[in-house]
């Protein structure tokens, strides 16, 4: 089943807790303490493929986490990181956040990583020194990270073929390639887009129909609105025509209007008219709707037959000029290959101070975030570490500032604990 959007949640690992341990080993007094580090959490990464062309796989699955760090243990033993998630996506797959693209994955292996896994805590062996000689704290894992996602897939072609319904598109895919889309004598018979390969002289490219393109198409009415989209990475179009229609140039009209409505990008792309079932008109009718269409429009004209093949030849020979030309006006991008480093702890030790009111006040920054959030306040030795870090980082001196008396409640990270002062 074809399905070109979805939204998910993610949720990366959690980092595993620092051990709390102490050597302990015949002979060996006062080992002191050996309490190993956290492992750190999973990332949660994104990869296109050329394996998929549809998102059906998330169908019905809301949340996808990756693994978590295990914690330390004694003897300086380090838990074991948590597993990376990847989770695949056709290539044309873009990735929105908050309803804003934050990758767009139009290559075969790109990779993005969409959420970073929790940092793994310290053991108490971190935190040993010449006046902490027996630390009976570690740090708790770091939370990963957890985002709520959407991905919209376009589908990547060559070639669009566009028209209103009826007029031979799905004939003329299952003609030139291997495609074998349902084929009836009433509207809407393709209700989701189809890709074919076509095999023609040596090249090969791919060509995919838009189904559902009517009038009003742009503002939702048929399939159009909803398939649009997927014509937007094609680089041009086959824009058939049934020459048995009534009136041809007006059907031409519709869908050029609806191309301009929805992105007039689209309108901007090469295109060729085909006109199709030409075996169901006479060569007066088809000289007389040629000589009206080059009056009207400055377009290539083709007229074909796609069940007998009759006119399918030339329609390729060209369509292997323009897509040579359109590749090579197109520029060159170079996909660089992620590098996913280690996680790290927060560098910044910048911060700021609020007075929310008389007895609380409210400390954020990065690195100092980080270290509460890992902290175990309801260790006293955890929350003298604190303690010490908001004298080094001279959070102290801006909290006397701003007011603050020992026994003031601070907020740093969504904990409340009491201040010492300085």
């Known amino acids: ?5 979805v939204a998910i949640s993610i949720r990366a690992g959690k980092g595993g807790a620092g051990a709390i341990s102490f050597h302990r080993e015949k002979y060996v007094t006062r080992g002191g303490p050996d309490g190993g580090h956290g ?59 908050d309803g804003k693209s934050v990758a767009d994955l139009v290559s075969d292996g790109q990779t993005f ?30 939370p990963g990270e957890a985002k709520d996602l959407k991905f919209e897939l376009k ?5 669009g073929i566009i028209g209103l319904p009826s007029v031979g598109k799905s004939t003329l895919i299952s003609v030139v390639s291997a495609a074998r889309p349902k084929i009836a004598e009433y509207h809407f018979t393709t209700l989701t887009p189809n890709l074919g390969v076509v095999s023609h002289r040596g090249e090969n490219f791919v060509v995919s129909d838009m189904p559902g393109l009517i009038r009003g198409a742009s ?11 997927h014509a937007e990475r094609v680089r041009f179009f086959w824009h058939l025509v049934d020459a048995t229609s009534k009136s041809p140039l007006t059907d031409y009209k519709v ?10 990008a689209l309108a901007e792309k090469p295109e060729v008219l085909v ?12 000289v007389s709707l040629r000589k009206k269409f080059m009056e009207k429009n400055k377009v290539k004209i083709f007229e074909i037959c796609a069940p007998i093949h009759e006119g399918v030849e030339e329609l390729l020979n060209f369509s292997l000029e323009v897509l040579a030309k359109t590749k090579a006006a197109e520029p060159q991008i170079e996909i660089e290959l992620p590098v996913f480093r280690p996680h790290l702890e927060q560098k910044s030790k910048s911060f700021t101070v609020k007075k929310k009111n008389k007895k609380l006040f409210i400390v954020d920054g ?9 902290s175990d306040m309801t260790n006293p030795e955890a929350i003298a570490r604190v303690q010490d870090v908001l004298v080094k980082f001279g959070a102290n001196r801006e909290l006397a500032r701003a007011g603050a008396e020992p026994g003031a409640k601070i907020e740093i990270a969504g904990k409340i604990f009491e201040w010492w002062g300085q």
């Open 155 to 159: 589908l990547l072609a060559d070639i």
């Open 113 to 142: 990583l969409a959420a970073r896994g929790g940092l793994g805590g310290k053991g108490n062996s971190n935190f040993c020194s010449s006046t902490r000689q027996a630390p009976r704290f570690a740090e708790l894992g770091e």
């Open 275 to 286: 006109l199709s079932k030409t075996d169901l008109v006479d060569t007066k009718t088809l």
């Open 1 to 5: 089943m074809f399905l070109d959007e």
């Open 366 to 374: 990065p690195r100092l975030n980080q270290i509460v959030v890992m």
């Open 39 to 97: 492992g750190h959490g999973g990332n949660v990464l994104i990869r296109a493929t050329a394996n998929r062309n549809t998102l059906y796989h998330f169908k019905g699955v809301k949340l996808f986490a990756a693994g978590n760090g295990e914690g330390g243990a004694g003897n300086l033993c380090a838990g074991k990181a948590g597993a990376d998630l990847v989770l695949e996506v056709p290539v044309g797959t873009t990735v929105l956040e």
């Open 255 to 264: 869908i050029r209007e609806e191309l301009r409505k929805f992105n007039p």
């Open 219 to 229: 503002h939702g009415k048929g399939l159009g609105h909803q398939f649009l989209k």
